[in-house]
């Protein structure tokens, strides 16, 4: 008599012989827990609030934190800046928070018609001529 929850492994799927050979294995691996997490584990449809503190759920199901965990909340337009207190939308929606695009700078534009090179060697002709305040 198998005992629930029974695990799948590639073995079940191979053809009846490898089954004959290889029966006391099988019965020893449910028995015992699973040593890698399936990356296929349904979502814990409490997410953060999940009250049930029994191992085999926390490796039956994903939760947040976990690298399988795929929210299904839609995200609130305020993200992490929300204000709202109502436990129901806190519940309803996530509040993560979205990284911004990083802004481009603007390219600078240099059309070769400008001669603002010229402008500036003016000004430093005048240097020799330094401004002194009146004493008025």
Same mark, same amino acid.
């Given at each position: 008599? @198998?005992?629930?929850?029974?695990?799948? @492994?590639? /073995? #079940?799927?191979?053809?009846?012989?490898?089954?004959d050979e290889?029966?006391?294995e099988?019965t020893?691996?449910?028995?015992s827990?699973?040593?890698?997490?399936?990356?296929?584990r349904?979502?814990? /449809? =409490?997410? @953060?609030?999940c009250?049930?503190?029994?191992?085999q759920h926390?490796?039956?199901? /994903?939760?947040?934190?976990?690298? +399988?965990f795929? +929210?299904v909340?839609?995200?609130c337009?305020?993200?992490?800046?929300?204000?709202?207190?109502?436990?129901?939308h806190?519940?309803e =929606?996530?509040?993560t928070?979205?990284?911004r695009?990083t802004?481009?700078?603007?390219a600078?534009?240099?059309?070769?018609s400008?001669?603002n090179?010229?402008? #500036?060697?003016?000004?430093?002709?005048?240097?020799?001529?330094?401004w002194?305040?009146? #004493?008025?």
């Amino acid at each position: 008599m @198998t005992t629930f929850p029974v695990l799948i @492994t590639p /073995a #079940d799927f191979r053809g009846s012989s490898d089954e004959d050979e290889n029966n006391d294995e099988d019965t020893s691996s449910v028995n015992s827990p699973p040593t890698k997490i399936s990356s296929n584990r349904p979502s814990c /449809a =409490y997410g @953060t609030s999940c009250y049930r503190r029994n191992p085999q759920h926390r490796i039956d199901e /994903a939760h947040p934190g976990d690298s +399988d965990f795929i +929210d299904v909340r839609p995200e609130c337009n305020f993200g992490i800046d929300c204000i709202r207190k109502n436990t129901r939308h806190k519940m309803e =929606y996530q509040h993560t928070r979205k990284m911004r695009p990083t802004r481009k700078l603007k390219a600078q534009f240099k059309c070769p018609s400008d001669s603002n090179s010229d402008e #500036d060697l003016s000004l430093s002709d005048d240097d020799d001529n330094e401004w002194i305040p009146s #004493d008025d």
